[in-house]
């Protein structure tokens, strides 16, 4: 059974860019989060998909949007990207009715240069 | 609003010690707590989990006690193993599958 799938691993970009990030989530899953890990430092809660809908959102900026597909899948959308958005992106799948923690992918490395 | 505090680190311990890695919450209403551990190069994995207060969470020989009266949820080892080096973050989840606030991660060194 395939955990939760993230791509690309790796990504470099130029400032002023547009990036997308994919995950598909742990069979069985129908929420998508989504996180930014700086180097050092504990995930950063982007937002939250679910029903194909966002359904919580961090505390960052427009230019970072979502979508979930019909089969759970999700994008991160990232627009004019600056230098400070070099960072772990990760992708974290759940149930919507369960308690119980994520399933992480293993994040996309994004370097924006 | 909802935060995490961990101990910081980095821990560097010999094989076969005690680990503690302490961590303190603040939080609106009854929340989950988590221990999630990272490997150099992976994304977050489940280490173990409480859902309410004196709850004990335990999961390949670490353990975690949900404490409401000292907002905290220690981790613990009796004995640790060279394998046991990571990075460990402890987080807090008010709603069922709502977002989750990890703390900043605590990097554990075992030697042999």
């Known amino acids: 059974d395939a955990g939760v799938t993230q791509s690309p691993t790796h990504l470099i970009k130029t400032r002023g860019q547009q990036v997308t990030l994919r995950c598909s989530p742990k069979?069985?899953?129908?929420?998508v989060s989504w996180y930014q890990q700086a180097l050092g430092q504990g995930p950063q809660f982007i937002f939250q998909y679910y029903e194909e809908e966002e359904r919580q959102r961090g505390n960052f900026p427009d230019r970072f949007s979502g979508h979930q597909f019909p089969n759970y899948s999700s994008e991160l959308n990232v627009n004019a990207l600056l230098l400070g958005d070099s960072a772990l992106y990760l992708c974290?799948?759940?149930?919507?009715?369960?308690?119980?923690?994520?399933?992480f992918g293993s994040g996309t490395r994004l370097t924006v240069v | 609003g909802n935060s995490v505090t961990q101990m910081e680190g980095p821990v560097t311990l010999s094989e076969e010690a005690f680990l503690t890695i302490n961590c303190t919450y603040t939080a609106t209403g009854y929340p989950s707590l988590f221990w999630y551990v990272q490997y150099p190069g992976e994304g977050l994995q489940l280490l173990l989990k409480a859902t309410k207060a004196d709850d004990k969470g335990s999961n390949k020989g670490f353990e975690a006690t949900y404490r409401k009266e000292t907002t905290s949820f220690h981790l613990e080892k009796g004995s640790v193993q060279v394998s046991d080096s990571a990075v460990y973050f402890c987080?807090?989840?008010?709603?069922?599958?709502?977002?989750?606030?990890f703390g900043d991660g605590t990097t554990l060194t075992v030697k042999p």
């Open positions: 974290a799948s759940s149930a919507q009715l369960a308690n119980y923690g994520y399933t």
């Open positions: 987080a807090l989840r008010v709603t069922n599958a709502g977002k989750s606030t």
């Open positions: 069979s069985g899953h129908d929420t």
